[in-house]
């Protein structure tokens, strides 16, 4: 049960890193708006083009992610507690409580500066708007990525070990 249980928040965090990895893909062309978004390096078509991709996506993603990310806490906290508080265990949880508080602090605020103003509007705040939704997405496979990696370690182990 305890490998099932470590294996079940391994699927929930690989299927956000899908997401999040899709995410990146589609932001891709607007990437250097992260840091500069007013950068002459892409075009404003191009910047409205993938705001209005981003607001089609806003309906369905959240809560998706959501129900993902909350499903893998809860294994984690199950895993946690059958593994008897093990330090490892805490070390992923510790993890995710970091990477999850910074992004919950931000995410509605930059969610709602996309989903909330039109493509077409003022295209200073469609570049800002994008570029963060961008980064905090980054941000987020970043987490989801570093909790499979040390969720395959911890599997891996237990499974040599037992």
Known sequence: MTILISTLATVCFSFACGIFLTLSYIEKPVWPMMRDPMTSRISDDV????HATLNRLIRLLPPTMMITMGAGLVFLLL???????????????????VGLGYIL??????IDAVKNYPADGD???????????????HVGLLTAATIVVLQLALIFATAVAG
């Open 105 to 110: 602090s931000q995410l509605f605020s930059r």
């Open 123 to 137: 295209i200073s705040v469609v570049r800002d708007g994008l570029g963060k939704l961008a980064a905090i997405h």
């Open 79 to 97: 895993q946690a507690w059958q593994r008897g508080f093990a330090w490892v265990t805490l070390i992923v949880l510790a993890v995710l409580v």
């Open 47 to 50: 910047a409205r083009t993938i």
